[in-house]
């Protein structure tokens, strides 16, 4: 593809940039609950009160029940509050602030009964869940410590050894005790154990699935949760030891210590939305009812209508992947539509490499005349070089997984990152490659040559007992010593960085910020120096000090010493690939509505022209598809996947568009790369379905570090993040903060106010108060149960909110079932499917398969999805289609038939509901005249059997009839 004038370019960019600011008002909802899922109660000490954490909030109520009073807000400033533990004299709640602002503080807090703003205590300390009878101490927990603190001066006692991480802390009512549970998974637990309040003294209790303790008055047993027989119940056992008892036998209660009831002999616990009362010695159960009330407003906002170009347009290409500066400084190299391309010092454009391959991650040799780079084709990804003065591409046998490859100074060998984790070294003439690094944590990436031959590389990891991960740049010598240089906070982690050609800096994205530090003779680092707000993205030295990055779909140049930049303008365009005109005759049509009778559709510049009764006249095209009375509905959307980044994830494009998945939104990918892909289908490079793009997943602390995350830690960073996607051609945002409500809160409010969509893997007050649009996956994650069912409350938020539900593949359980697995044997056993994935990721999926356990709780995990599905379409939310998963949208269909949606409501969650989530439903989701013609031709009713959505003729997308059979043959 040759590089285009790009003067008529103009008016597409101003339609792009210049838009009409969105219009933000607000609207006030009043929440009424009267069931809470995951609700937690407990009684104040003489009885006559319940303190709730209902959604997030502390609340307040008589014993007998009635109006809820809210006592916290957990919206205005952004935050959950959870635990609450009453003062002894019944006058203060403490509870625990779960990351209420950007420095992620989680800390205890006191709030008056009466009223009041909360105020935190032992703020190096993290959730307070318990205090002692007379007031002067409560309990605290810190990476897995158990600490006893002062309320006087916060000085800590820590009770449990380094050995048992502890969690769900209970004093007993005489102060001598202390219950807690331990063990993995982080939210339940395997065993309790009693260690006495000075810490020198412990003893383990129970040996199960137990957790969440709680005392008797008299102390003498201790009730708690376990799952022994297969899902939650109440037991309790002699506070001595002994043969622990079940006592309740109901479904759904929630893992919340059981509090027993001053002055009523009973215990209070909280199951399937109800506060209820046991007595342990008859059996005897009440439920107490309750209303509690909560007025959010919501700021509302207009929308942007996605932009889909028209075949024929002529767009500039923004998707400018990892360029690489040459060593005089004269030329850049970057990838663009999966071929590399040479920036040369008078602003000409080359093409340097044409073909099948996909490639990327381009590095200069040392003496400037060859290039190393990744070659991706089928799922494959190799090493190959080229010499500039003959520009043929030499492929290097095994370099399967290659990425991110860098030249030894010598010119003679290349070090490259092998798969995740791992670094290797092969001979630039070819041959078999060595290990230089196998490292443990999240990813390694080799950056640079260090005086006494040391290889500077980036290190993503997780220190022990550390809940997050942190980033290190390190080195390692010729022997294998390593050392490390830079270790950043997990709040600040080290994104991307480039080692100055000289040696004697170290340049890295942090927060989206550019920071510089300097390396002495001993390569320990200096001081490190912010060069520039950002975004940046792929920072590549040049000889002259000067700094080569993207940002906004644009090459730009940072001086060192000034700061000042400097646009590298890149001329370089292409055009939507147009498709001859077509006529479909005798179809019949879900619209995903049926139509009776037969019809004649004619296709012309990528839409539906016109739709006639079959024989009702003569319609002419460029050639002609009789269908022979099957079925011909939209093309199905995938809502949720992840297309990841070069190097890593597989080449399932075709794989997509041959199932008949003709659109799919991105919810977490490497930007540049997934622009890359997306201009490379529209230009007609490769084939794929159509992608709306959401780029990185914007995160606060970021638990994983991985390069579909784009970390910040300010307001501002946050909104400097958001106009980065939208410049780069985003139609959404994801906010995905595990515990950073702020962060989420601040993402949502800024992708508003620029007109995109906010989506969250949660269903925060905060988040949901900002705006939120959709509710990513069925499962709430919140203390981390997967098998919590919809109450009331939930289905309440969802419904006045207007929250979307993006149902995906089941998260953990149905790929635990021997059903979920033989689903997925199903897939990957078609045979024209199976040449469509690469050998070596379908052979990996096996493999996945081969070792995947059957998890005992996974069918009531099952049910449990299904049926919030069902309580979800009952209730009146939107229901659209993910995946997430190797799973594809018809299997989803199939578990939405399952949960009592009818084969039509599913259809329309894959199709018009899933065009309105994105905001095209006036050119996709339906079969109509003037909406795109992305068709899927089925050869039976899916109205009838919904498994009739695998029976795939045909694909029709942007008007051009998509040659199935030769997708497969092509792949192979």
């Known amino acids: 593809m040759r590089p285009r004038n790009c003067l008529p370019i103009a008016l597409v960019v101003v339609t792009l940039v210049f838009r009409a600011a969105p219009r933000l008002d607000a609207q006030t909802t009043e929440l009424v609950f009267r069931e809470g899922t995951e609700m937690e109660a407990v009684p104040s000490p003489d009885g006559r009160f319940i303190a709730l954490q209902l959604w997030r909030h502390i609340w307040v109520l008589d014993a007998g029940g009635g109006e809820a009073r809210r006592l916290t807000d957990a919206i205005a400033d952004p935050a959950e509050h959870m635990s609450p533990a009453w003062s002894p004299d019944g006058r203060t709640i403490l509870f625990s602030m779960m990351f209420g602002d950007w420095q992620k503080r989680e800390n205890p807090h006191l709030v008056p009964v009466t009223g009041g703003e909360p105020e935190a205590v032992a703020e190096a300390f993290a959730g307070a869940v318990a205090w002692s009878r007379d007031g002067s101490r409560f309990l605290c927990l810190r990476d897995g410590g158990l600490w006893s603190v002062s309320i006087a001066d916060s000085t800590a006692i820590r009770l449990n050894p380094d050995s048992i991480s502890a969690k769900d802390p209970a004093w007993s009512r005489d102060g001598r005790w202390v219950a807690f549970s331990s063990g993995e998974p982080w939210w339940s637990g395997r065993s309790l154990y009693v260690v006495s309040a000075s810490g020198d003294s412990l003893r383990e209790l129970t040996r199960g699935s137990d957790y969440a303790p709680s005392w008797s008055a008299d102390g003498e047993r201790v009730f708690f949760i376990s799952e022994r027989t297969g899902a939650p119940q109440i037991w309790s056992v002699p506070a001595q030891g002994g043969e622990p008892r079940q006592l309740t036998n109901e479904p759904e209660v929630y893992p919340f210590p059981p509090r027993w009831w001053p002055g009523r002999d009973v215990l209070l616990y909280t199951a399937a939305g109800k506060m209820r009362t046991l007595d342990p010695a008859t059996g005897a159960r009440d439920s107490i009812a309750f209303t509690a009330r909560l007025k959010i407003r919501r700021k509302r906002y207009r929308p942007d209508r996605p932009f889909i170009p028209a075949p024929g347009t002529q767009l500039p290409v923004r998707g400018i992947y990892r360029p ?554 939107k229901i659209v289609v993910g995946t997430d998963t190797h799973l594809y949208t018809q299997e989803i269909l199939e578990l939405l038939v399952e949960a009592g949606l009818t084969p039509l409501d599913a259809l329309r969650a894959a199709t018009r509901n899933a065009a309105e989530a994105l905001g095209v439903e006036d050119r996709l989701g339906s079969v109509r005249e003037g909406a795109l013609a992305d068709l899927v031709i089925v050869d039976a009713d899916p109205l009838s059997d919904i498994t009739s959505t695998k029976r795939i003729w045909g694909v029709v997308k942007d008007g051009r009839w998509i040659d199935r059979i030769g997708l497969a043959t092509k792949a192979r």
């Open 324 to 877: 690489a500066v040459s060593p005089d400084g004269r030329a850049v190299v970057f990838a663009a539509m999966g071929e590399l391309w040479l920036r040369n010092a008078d602003g000409r454009v080359e093409q340097l490499t044409r073909g099948p391959e996909f490639d990327g991650d381009a590095a200069w040799s040392p003496d400037g005349e060859r290039l190393a780079f990744v070659s991706e084709q089928d799922g494959e990804y190799t090493l190959s070089t080229m010499n500039l003065s003959d520009r043929v591409r030499r492929p290097l046998a095994s370099t399967s997984g290659a990425q991110a490859p860098i030249w030894h100074p010598s010119g003679d060998s290349i070090v490259y990152r092998h798969g995740f984790n791992g670094i290797r070294i092969v001979s630039a003439a070819g041959g078999e490659s060595r290990s230089v690094l196998q490292a443990r944590g999240f990813g390694v990436q080799p950056l640079g040559w260090l005086p006494g031959a040391r290889l500077l590389y980036w290190h993503a990891f997780q220190p022990a007992a550390a809940r997050g991960t942190t980033t290190a740049i390190r080195s390692i010598g010729p022997a294998g010593d390593t050392a490390t240089l830079i270790v950043s906070d997990p709040r600040n982690k080290i994104h991307y960085a480039a080692l100055s050609a000289n040696g004697d800096s170290v340049a890295y994205v942090s927060n989206g910020e550019l920071w510089i530090r300097a390396l002495s003779a001993s390569a320990s680092p200096g001081v490190p120096r912010r060069l520039l707000e950002g975004p940046v993205f792929f920072p590549a030295w040049s000889r002259a000090g000067r700094i080569v990055f993207v940002t906004g779909g644009r090459l730009l140049q940072v001086d060192r010493g000034s700061g000042a930049q400097r646009r590298l303008p890149v001329s370089l365009s292409y055009h939507i690939r147009s498709a001859p005109s077509l006529l479909l005759r005798n179809a019949r049509i879900l619209s995903p509505d049926p139509r009776e009778g037969l019809w004649d559709l004619l296709l012309e510049a990528g839409r539906i022209k016109t739709i006639r009764p079959s024989g009702s006249g003569a319609l002419q095209a460029d050639s002609t598809v009789d269908l022979d009375a099957r079925t011909i509905m939209p093309g199905l959307f995938d809502l949720h996947t992840h297309t990841a980044w070069f190097g890593i994830a597989p080449s399932d494009r075709s794989a997509l568009l041959y199932r008949g998945i003709t659109s799919i939104a991105d919810l977490g990918s490497e930007g540049y790369w997934l622009l890359e892909q997306q201009e490379a289908i529209e230009s007609g490079q490769i084939e794929g379905p159509r992608i709306f793009m959401g780029g990185p997943q914007v995160t606060g602390s970021a638990q994983n570090q991985i390069p579909h995350q784009l970390q910040v830690s300010s307001d501002g960073q946050a909104e400097r993040y958001v106009d980065h996607l939208r410049d780069i051609g985003a139609t959404h945002v994801k906010a995905y903060n595990q515990w950073d409500a702020a962060v989420e809160a601040a993402v949502i409010r800024a992708a508003h106010r620029r007109g995109l969509r906010a989506l969250s893997h949660f269903l925060r007050p905060s988040a949901v108060a900002a705006g939120l649009d959709r509710k990513e996956h069925v499962d709430l994650q919140l203390r981390g149960w997967i098998d919590t069912r919809y109450r009331q409350d939930i289905l309440e938020i969802f419904t006045k909110a207007g929250v979307t539900l993006v149902v995906t593949a089941p998260s953990y359980g149905f790929g635990n079932t021997e059903r979920g697995i033989a689903l997925e044997r199903s897939v990957l056993a078609d045979s024209a499917l199976a040449r469509l994935v690469s050998p070596a990721r379908r052979q990996a999926l096996l493999q996945d398969l081969e070792r995947r356990q059957i998890r005992p709780d996974a069918t009531r995990m099952l049910q449990a999805y299904l049926a919030d599905i069902a309580a979800a379409h009952r209730a009146g939310v």
